[in-house]
């Protein structure tokens, strides 16, 4: 190529958020998410209703980015999609667009691991964001997935610990829903326990082997807590939500950072990164600070939108894939459950 910007258009439609963006070599020059408001009604992401929402918003956010980022589609480079892991439905709709998309304008096609991705998002191009060198440890918390994972290089990546059952996501929404918070509950419990006593509660750890996780039986305990105490008092929720949510969230760090802790000590890795969307979460930011701080880590932690599924972080991986010649082939189907 003459021009030596490399411009990658992203796609990322793993779950129940349409997003594009537009990088040019590193930098984001738009990130657009659609957020579908569909899901809130059910409690939770109805997969045929994602896929629908994601028919409808694809050529709007595309458009969208390729607007904000002043640049006409026949300057891309690449495009770069999430191949997996996620919703089938929700993945058929960005990687046939991609396909499509790649084959029109014949320009080469990126496949993303979305959780490589999530991890990767600490590479973009921002002022005042320390870069983590290799290797290093990265933590990738969301709805889906409790991952360490042992980063080597941009794409030798070893997953050292992750959960056994449910994800540390499903344990803030599901003991948010048990406590009669709306959907997504994660955020809730974030927000009432800056107003709450962590302590006021205690919840049992589970106990598990090595660098791995367990999240049912938290959630188990949550239920039969909130079960026991309403039998007494019906208004048990209501007078203490603030204090429940505090010692919910301080135990689901807890856990984490335990791991995290013991991870660092297994491996002498201090550079210590976090990624997905519970990394969002205002607890867990300050937990990784105060490890920095008291533990001697080099703590790094992602722009908030960067959190959240995103295509920013696909892009990422995408143009580091795109300098490595790492293209995709027509053939490339999209897989609803994808190891790195």
Known sequence: MTNQNIHILAIESSCDDTAAAVLCNGKILSNIVATQEVHKQYGGVVPELASRAHQQNIVPVIHQALAKANIDKKELSAIAFTRGPGLMGSLLVGTSFAKSLSMGLQIPLIEVNHMQAHILAHFIEEENFDKPEFPFLAMTISGGHTQIVKVNDYFNMEIIGQTTDDAVGEAFDKSAKIMGLP?????????????????????????????????????????Y??????????????????????????TIIEILMDKLKKAVKQTGIKQVAIGGGVSANSGIRQAMKDAEKNLGWKSFIPKFEYTTDNAAMIGIAGYYKYLSGDFADYSVTAKSRYKF
């Open 183 to 223: 959907y997504p509950g994660g955020p809730l419990i974030d927000k009432y326990s800056k107003e709450g006593n962590p302590k006021a509660f205690p919840f049992p750890k589970p106990k598990v082997e090595g660098l791995d996780f367990s999240f049912s039986g938290f959630k188990t305990a949550v239920l």
């Open 225 to 250: 807590f909130i079960q026991r105490e309403t039998k007494k008092d019906p208004d048990f929720v209501e007078k203490n939500l603030k204090d429940i949510c505090a010692s919910v969230q301080y």
